[in-house]
């Protein structure tokens, strides 16, 4: 009994210090807190994990909340500045971008897309150069994940018109 006592009181105190790091703070911005979650997580992308604020040297620390506050800074004086309208957009358009980053699109779907893009221009024809595939392929796949997202949101959507 006394063994499983010992072990849960160590389990107890190894989580309790490690939420306790978690919500420490690890350095402030015109009164902003920045915790050693967030520092941690900003060197985990820095550093592809090989550092964390504990292992930081003190200069180190200092230019890591130097570079981390202009997001801080950003972030409130955006919540002062934009109207819920502007801060809706923003968010949309975050979102939007966030959901087209993982939105697969192939080669083949882009090169169709052209394709078809192409052969309207001719037929239309249309005195416009029509750029090589390979100089828009980029953009035509980004159109594509942007029609496959707003395709997927409208097969849910509930419509009505009165």
């Excluded at 010992?6 to 920045?34: D, E, F, P, Q, R």
């Excluded at 309207?120 to 942007?146: C, G, H, R, Y």
């Amino acid at each position: 009994m006394k063994k499983i006592l010992v072990i849960l009181g160590l389990t107890l105190s190894l989580t309790t210090h490690y939420a306790v790091a978690a919500t420490a703070t690890a350095g402030t911005v015109n009164g902003m807190t920045i915790t050693v979650e967030e520092a941690d997580n900003a060197l985990n992308t820095l550093t592809k994990g090989k550092m964390t604020w504990e292992k930081l040297p003190a200069e180190g620390k200092k230019q890591l909340i130097e570079m981390m506050a202009p997001a801080k800074l950003v972030a409130a004086e955006s919540k002062k500045s934009l109207t819920d309208k502007e801060k809706e957009a923003a968010l949309a358009g975050f979102w939007m971008q966030k959901k087209m980053s993982t939105t697969q699109v192939t080669d083949t779907e882009a090169k169709d897309a052209y394709n078809k893009m192409k052969k309207v221009a001719q037929e239309a024809k249309s005195t416009q150069k029509i750029p090589d595939f390979d100089v828009v392929k980029n953009n035509i796949k980004m159109q594509l994940a942007q029609e496959k997202v707003v395709s997927e949101l409208m097969k849910s959507a509930k419509i009505k018109v009165k």
